[in-house]
């Protein structure tokens, strides 16, 4: 059975730079035997994070989110650098799928534990985005994501795409491909994923 990874990116803006970069991941896992599933967390109805919403009605949205990372080994992620940390959208989306449904404890984290993570950012800074995956490797390790050591930054990001969207740089291309590859080597070595 093929690796499953899922796609995404802590942007939702048209014409982002961390899209246009887990595009490229995906498309490397691909060329590699994975399975992708590639989604903007845009397309979910998803409410700030409340306890007293969750206890009324668990949202749909967040359910239908959570059911995409339990039945993948594995996420390509690209991570925005906000003021130092992950994005509001991505941490909201990650606390969301964090959360207990269906009769489960309060640490199954069903959505995330076992499964393996390969983190990259773009930034239009010369930092490429670091602290921000930093802080979501913190995160994702709190909620027992294996997370690849290998990670991608691509800093002074506006120049580092060319007109196909490919990376023009030789470098960050083979990190790219480097990193991809030890999340599909990870990922074959775990438990599968939960329906």
Do not use: C
Not at 71 to 79: K, Y
Request: proline share 6%; charged share 20%; hydrophobic share 50%.
């Amino acid at each position: 059975m093929p690796v499953k990874l899922l796609a995404l990116s802590g942007s939702t803006r048209a014409g982002s730079l961390n899209q246009a970069l887990v595009a490229l991941a995906a498309a490397e896992a691909r060329a590699r035997g994975a399975e992708v599933t590639e989604i903007s967390l845009k397309a979910f109805d998803l409410p700030l994070y409340d306890g007293d919403i969750e206890a009324n009605a668990f949202p749909q949205g967040a359910r239908d989110l959570k059911a995409l990372f339990r039945s993948h080994h594995g996420f390509l992620i690209a991570s925005p650098e906000y003021n130092g940390g992950v994005s509001g959208v991505l941490k909201n989306a990650i606390d969301w799928v964090s959360r207990p449904t269906d009769g489960e404890g309060l640490v199954a984290l069903s959505g995330f534990r076992g499964k393996v993570a390969g983190l990259m950012a773009a930034s239009i800074s010369p930092f490429g985005g670091l602290r921000g995956v930093a802080h979501l490797r913190q995160i994702l390790s709190t909620i027992q994501v294996v997370v690849a050591t290998e990670q991608v930054m691509i800093p002074f990001a506006l120049n580092a795409f060319d007109e196909t969207g490919a990376l023009k740089e030789p470098l960050p291309a083979q990190l790219l491909g480097g990193m991809v590859a030890r999340v599909i080597d990870l990922a074959e070595r775990l438990e599968p994923p939960t329906a």
